[in-house]
């Protein structure tokens, strides 16, 4: 048997054992570890784990996934995306379904400054649940709306994810964050109109709210100026070149801290059950990253991924029909596995495509990232779905799929969008001070 039979063997006991149910992270490491032993030995695979593991947990960048972690729990902690829904309700909420239009502009607001998607939900679900209950929302779109929603937080920099696919494939994580901007906020448009629509030709969805003065607006402001400016420091920062993302990181996490403790909105307490969520949520990751470079490492040895190319350059497809067929690998991949372990799991695999078709890796991953929304939102697994069922008995998880539904639809078109207009994601960063 060769390296390349050894190599597509492996992948398919991957394959076996993630559908089986066994963590990513310990299905990966088990199959490149017996792959790398079947190749070249005991020894030699011990070797090349250890060496694998210790270059990645060395790399300096890494410090910056714990540290964008650690300013989200922050902000979860401190209540400041209560202060963000109560001013973007004193904006929106007039409109149909403003309670909906506002949690949607909320969650927007929220990834600012923390790149977790199941902060957003779970802090935006806390707050607006109870006001949607009180006047009388549809729970179906309510809840399909704030699954979903919650999605555009790791779209709009700083973005956990977007600081792994960069990590992993070389990519720019500052041109990376850059170019999540506009589509993230188109994103939160669409779904925003939507709403809108829907609640204007049936008011009995979601009913007007109040109107505000002038100054009960301009004064609500006031209290999203701790947000503006952790993401003014973050990402402003890098525009300029006075960070790289790493310091950025480092820097946010200081800003976001300092504010909360100047704000008093967090103690001791606070601050402890940040750390332990932060650490067990970095673990994670961490484990999952390791696993798939030494996953990579075997694929490589195996020449797997440059069997893969050189078929699809053999068969002459369109580049943009392999880039369907990639599109419609990760929405079925995305209804049985996680964010990250979508992610690592194929990257070995399809970067490598990716960059031979010519695409940029910059628009790819804002892509990648769309789709990974999609995949929070779908069934059976939906995480985003999961979380909002455990903090709701309004709606049961049937029903926020379905309510959800739309919203696929709504982020499959945006992807569309990007596919034939790659300059929305790409101007931002390409105006970008090295």
Request: glycine residues 8%; charged residues 10%; aromatic residues 12%.
């Amino acid at each position: 048997m060769d390296f390349t039979q050894i190599g597509l063997m492996a992948f398919g006991i991957l394959i076996f054992l993630v559908i089986m149910g066994v963590h990513i992270a310990w299905a990966t490491s088990v199959v490149a570890f017996g792959g790398l032993w079947a190749l070249f030995g005991l020894e030699q695979a011990a070797t090349q784990f250890f060496t694998t593991a210790f270059s990645t947990g060395s790399e300096f960048l890494f410090a910056s996934i714990p540290l964008f972690i650690f300013m989200g729990q922050i902000v979860s902690q401190s209540r400041i995306g209560e202060d963000l829904f109560a001013s973007m309700y004193r904006f929106l909420g007039h409109l149909p379904g403003g309670l909906l239009v506002t949690t949607i502009g909320a969650c927007a607001g929220f990834g600012a400054v923390t790149g977790v998607s199941s902060a957003a939900v779970g802090t935006m679900s806390r707050i607006a649940l109870p006001e949607l209950r009180r006047y009388k929302y549809d729970m179906t779109l309510s809840t399909g709306s704030l699954a979903s929603a919650a999605t555009i937080a790791i779209m709009i920099p700083p973005s956990l994810l977007m600081v792994l696919y960069g990590l992993w494939t070389e990519t720019s994580i500052g041109k990376l964050f850059l170019a999540g901007i506009i589509p993230g906020i188109l994103t939160a448009i669409i779904f925003s109109l939507y709403v809108v629509i829907r609640c204007r030709l049936n008011p009995m969805l979601g009913p007007k709210g109040p109107s505000f003065s002038l100054r009960e607006k301009m004064s609500s402001l006031l209290t999203v100026i701790p947000i503006v400016v952790i993401f003014a420091v973050v990402v402003l920062g890098m525009y300029v070149g006075l960070f790289t993302p790493g310091e950025a990181a480092a820097v946010g996490a200081s800003f976001t801290v300092f504010i909360a403790l100047a704000m008093r909105r967090i103690g001791w307490n606070d601050l402890r059950l940040a750390v332990e969520s932060t650490v067990k949520l970095s673990a994670m990751i961490f484990c999952v990253l390791i696993a798939a470079s030494v996953l990579a490492r075997f694929l490589v040895a195996t020449q797997v991924t440059t069997m893969v190319t050189d078929a699809i350059q053999s068969v002459g497809l369109n580049r943009y029909l392999v880039l369907f067929l990639i599109y419609l690998l990760y929405l079925i991949l995305g209804c049985l596995l996680d964010a990250f372990g979508m992610i690592l799991l194929t990257l070995p695999f399809v970067f490598p495509i990716i960059i031979h078709l010519g695409f940029d890796p910059v628009w790819f991953g804002i892509v990648l990232v769309l789709l990974t929304e999609i995949a929070l939102i779908t069934p059976p697994v939906g995480l985003n779905v999961f979380i909002l069922s455990k903090m709701t008995k309004d709606a049961t998880m049937a029903e926020i799929f379905k309510g959800a539904m739309p919203f696929v639809l709504m982020s499959l078109g945006v992807i569309l969008l990007l596919t034939v207009f790659p300059a929305i994601a790409l101007w931002l960063p390409n105006t970008m001070i090295q």
